[in-house]
């Protein structure tokens, strides 16, 4: 005998050992499965005579608590995450089937900042919610330092006709994109983040049957609002070259604010922004023209003049209330005295503000 055939035979006694020591362990696990199977069967048993109580809710009771799960509207839920109604989809299959057959979980959108290689992800989660959204009014916000560009304008300009509470922060060449009806709309607020003097939404004040409350940012005509109908009206880095709203001249050669009978309804206007004499006489045609009875009128920023003789000369609206955080005043006592005009301690701590302001 070779001591290959040695090697062969020794290699064969092993193996068969080691199968031996196999199927005995093989059977030890068959029977340790047995056992196991024997110990599920009951408990599957009773887990699938179990219902969920939330299984067995209408459609309609888990519709209402979806829309439930979103903060009230018009406040807007996040794109992505828990908060997301897209995290409802998640679930199961039947939530999901829900969730989507329900236009008012998609009708408010808040669009975040979002980096250049993001974009289309976000671009398509914004068209796709405003499909979604079928023909419910809709919510559109914007995280904090947000300009649309063209790609995402277009498709909300598409749904303007839905548009209800709405802000838009865009170019100077795209506000002419802004026309058309918006039947919906109740609240606008518009940023150009560049200035220009000749650029405004080419829209007329009859394509804003229900607006009421309108903020305005470096925005220099508005001749295209219906300010007759207006309960709220914000004006921010207000400038002499803006135009009053339907200025036209009439029969005495000066403008006039509204082209008809205005219905008084405007009772809150707030400006921001610097504001100095020219741009205080443009502040005092505003109201003085407007015709509607302001119950309240905001000031805030940088003034250069008194106060009182503010409120002096508009002795009907309840409360005039001035931003002290950001105000600017320059006058002594003598130019109390020689104008008459009460110089009052709120004015007196602002002027060693002057070194605060930029430029200085």
Not at 292 to 310: D, M, P, S, Y
């Amino acid at each position: 005998m070779t001591h290959d055939d040695i090697d062969k035979t020794c290699r064969g006694a092993a193996d068969r050992a080691r199968i031996t020591e196999i199927d005995a362990e093989i059977r030890a696990l068959e029977e340790r499965i047995r056992v196991l199977r024997e110990e599920r069967a009951p408990r599957q048993q009773r887990m699938d005579a179990y219902k969920y109580p939330v299984l067995s809710l209408a459609n309609e009771v888990i519709s209402e608590i979806f829309i439930q799960f979103l903060p009230p509207y018009p406040a807007c839920p996040p794109l992505t995450g828990r908060e997301s109604p897209t995290a409802l989809t998640h679930i199961c299959g039947n939530w999901r089937q829900i969730a989507l057959a329900i236009p008012k979980l998609w009708r408010a959108i808040l669009l975040p900042f979002v980096d250049d290689e993001d974009e289309c992800y976000v671009l398509r989660i914004l068209t796709t919610w405003l499909d979604r959204s079928g023909s419910c009014p809709i919510s559109i916000q914007l995280e904090p330092d947000l300009r649309l560009s063209k790609k995402f304008l277009k498709p909300i300009l598409l749904h303007r006709q839905r548009w209800e509470f709405v802000e838009l922060v865009v170019l100077y060449t795209q506000v002419a994109l802004i026309q058309g009806p918006m039947p919906r709309l109740y609240r606008l607020l518009l940023k150009v983040d560049q200035r220009s003097d000749d650029r405004h939404p080419n829209a007329t004040p009859g394509d804003f049957p229900r607006l009421r409350e309108v903020t305005l940012n470096h925005v220099r005509h508005w001749s295209w609002l219906p300010v007759s109908q207006l309960i709220s009206l914000t004006f921010k880095d207000i400038s002499p070259t803006n135009r009053l709203c339907g200025e036209k001249a009439n029969s005495r050669g000066s403008p006039s604010l509204l082209t008809g009978n205005p219905r008084d309804a405007l009772r809150t206007l707030q400006v921001s922004g610097t504001i100095m004499s020219d741009k205080l006489t443009l502040l005092t045609s505003l109201i003085t023209r407007s015709g509607c009875k302001l119950q309240r009128v905001f000031i805030t920023g940088w003034r250069n003049f008194a106060k009182n003789g503010f409120r002096g000369s508009f002795p009907d609206i309840p409360e005039i209330i001035f931003n002290m955080s950001y105000e600017w005043y320059e006058r002594t006592e003598g130019d109390k005295e020689d104008s008459g005009d009460e110089l009052d301690e709120d004015d007196l701590h602002a002027r060693p503000r002057r070194q605060m302001m930029p430029g200085w």
